[in-house]
């Protein structure tokens, strides 16, 4: 029943009855949460045997380092061997950070800010841009607004941001950069084609300080058994020499302890030897209790592969729950459209124009948080106010199951006061 094709006077019985029954979910009291893309209990609860002590055994890495004192900047043999092999680049190129590969990425543009990379620094250079292919990240863009860097939307596709209008854009020497989720993206769960990743590659912008900041963050969050797959963006450079152009990063904040894991750059000689300049500077090292913790849970690629098994059994259902209830309570009526990825940790779900803050305001009043309206957007300001980010992995699923319902009343609901506006 598509709702576009019904009369005024039909048009308002159904918006009654379903508000009626909106009422009635608010007269419950609910508080359930899916603002944010975070673990649920369940899924912190397969990592607790890496809380074990033996697991750090003599506090020995397999170099003979001492862990519990000073030394190797860079990380430890066993932990940038994991991570060399599932982003498939030498160890040597590979450097452990914290737990968060925000913190890398923000430090990485503060430093081009302050310092450069390879031209003047960017602070002295005026009115500098970055590419932000949209829906996407919040917190990249929060980054680059905190530096007054300007954001330049690039729609994105079934095969990732819109090429033709990149390739144009990086003629402007202004344009330093972009920010990328390549594989399960935040929040549509595309992965860039061959096709993409090689046309990145062989950008030739402008502005010799051009950066993309390659976030891989879920290059091993597979959840159905279809598994996409990512173009190394390394390789694809060496074609063209283009190497310096890209920073990756990735973490295990998904895969272990979101509190207490590791992260990882990945990049370049020249680009490594300019990071590791700097840290002398900045730091004696990062905690290499941790790295070792994790090396000797993990393993090896092979056991980060059956670590992320564990979390697809938990994610699955979810995932499925949420799917199916946007089939069966939105499909067919010419109201909405959504993403069905194979991994990563969220659901891009469009609804009509103009009708995504209501939808999300409707879903707070009736004990829903999701995330806000606009936030997948620069500035925080979709255009057509039509795209929200669903994040199935928090709740359990019982409670995904109630509040997806909700939503999914609230998006019919707007969308009805929208057409009899």
């Known amino acids: ?56 055994g003599n506090f020995k890495a397999e170099n003979g380092l001492d862990v ?11 932990c940038k061997r994991i991570f060399s092999q599932i982003l498939e680049v030498a160890p040597e190129n590979i450097i452990i950070f914290g737990n968060a590969s925000l913190s890398i990425m923000y430090d990485y543009i503060a430093q081009c800010m302050i310092f450069g990379a390879g031209d003047e620094p960017w602070c002295k250079q ?20 905190h530096f007054g860097i300007e954001m330049i939307n690039i729609p994105m596709n079934e095969s990732g941001p819109d090429m033709d209008m990149i390739e144009e854009l990086v003629k402007d020497e202004k344009v330093k950069g972009a920010f990328c989720v390549p594989m399960y993206s935040n929040p549509t769960g595309i992965t860039y084609s061959d096709e993409t990743v090689r046309r990145f590659a062989a950008l030739k912008p402008a502005a010799k300080d051009f950066r ?3 976030d891989n963050a879920y290059c091993v969050h597979h959840i159905s058994d279809s598994h996409d797959k990512l ?74 592969e059956a670590q992320m098994l564990r979390h697809a059994e938990i994610l699955k259902p979810k995932f499925e729950a949420v799917l199916s209830a946007f089939e069966k309570n939105l499909a067919g009526k010419g109201i909405a459209e959504w993403t069905k990825p194979n991994g990563g940790y969220f659901i891009s779900l469009d609804v009509c124009n103009g009708c995504a803050k209501r939808t999300v305001a409707l879903c707070r009043e009736a004990g829903v948080t999701l995330t806000g309206a606009g936030a997948t957007f620069p500035y925080g300001k979709d255009p057509d106010d039509k795209n929200i980010r669903i994040a199935p992995t928090f709740p359990s699923r019982d409670e ?22």
């Open 68 to 78: 519990r004192n000073y030394g190797l900047l860079d990380g430890i043999p066993e």
């Open 400 to 421: 995904l199951c109630k509040a997806v319902e909700i939503l999914c009343l609230c998006v019919e609901i707007s969308a009805l006061e929208k057409l009899l506006a």
């Open 126 to 145: 005026s009115g500098i841009k970055f590419l932000c292919p949209v829906p996407g990240y919040d917190r990249h863009f929060a980054i680059l607004e």
């Open 212 to 214: 993309v900041i390659w």
């Open 231 to 304: 173009l190394n963006i390394f390789e694809a450079c060496k074609e063209y020499g283009t190497e310096d152009n890209f920073i990756e990063v990735t973490s295990t904040s998904k895969i272990t302890f979101p509190g207490s894991g590791v992260s990882v750059l990945a990049a370049s000689d020249a680009n490594i030897a300019a990071i590791k300049k700097r840290m002398t500077v900045q730091t004696i090292g990062y905690d290499k209790l941790n790295q070792l913790r994790h090396a000797n849970f993990l393993k090896d690629k092979a056991g980060v």
């Open 1 to 56: 029943m598509n709702i576009q094709n019904l009369s005024r006077g039909q048009l308002e019985e159904r918006l009654a009855a379903l508000r009626e029954k909106y009422d009635s979910y608010k007269a419950l009291g609910l508080k359930l949460d899916m603002s944010r893309g975070k673990p649920g209990a369940e899924q912190l609860e397969i990592t607790n045997a890496m809380l074990d002590p033996a697991l750090l």
